[in-house]
């Protein structure tokens, strides 16, 4: 009997990984009220910078689906910080393919909100607009280059 008790911290690490690979759901009631108790987290808009400026989740950052390893820097040092990625709702998988990259950038906390901002805008909740302050910009077009 020892020896199955000393098996079982064993069996937890290797499972672990595995678990790690598939981010839970959480719903709006849940995301909603984390923001107003202020809950540590981070919001991850897998969209396009355009979609994000149109509107997004409060305190939400932009980091599109394609682009989660290239702005890794943006996202918390603590792997173990919550994060919850949104998209455009049933359907979308851009909040899958971020939770997927964040997952092999050692991320271990990760949800998707699989309503996405469709479901949040149904549910009456409030919604910031314009573009992410600290989302890297495109580089400007050089005078005299042509297209």
Not at 33 to 52: F, I
Not at 54 to 81: C, E, N, V, W, Y
Request: aromatic share 6%; net charge positive; charged share 20%.
């Amino acid at each position: 009997m020892i020896r199955g008790r000393a098996l079982l911290p064993l069996l937890g690490l290797l499972l672990a990984p595995a678990a790690r690979a598939q981010p839970g759901q959480v719903g709006a009631e849940h995301v909603k009220a984390w923001l107003d108790s202020r809950r540590k987290m981070v919001l991850v808009d897998s969209r396009n910078a355009d979609e994000y400026a149109q509107a997004h989740l409060p305190g939400a950052i932009s980091i599109p689906a394609d682009q989660t390893k290239a702005q890794a820097g943006r996202l918390p040092r603590d792997k173990g910080t919550l994060l919850v990625f949104y998209c455009r709702g049933t359907g979308c998988t851009l909040s899958h393919a971020s939770a997927a990259q964040a997952a092999e950038l050692g991320y271990t906390y990760l949800l998707i909100y699989q309503g996405g901002l469709p479901d949040w805008l149904l549910k009456g909740y409030p919604v910031e607009k314009g573009p992410d302050p600290k989302a890297p910009r495109a580089p400007a077009a050089r005078p005299g280059a042509s297209h």
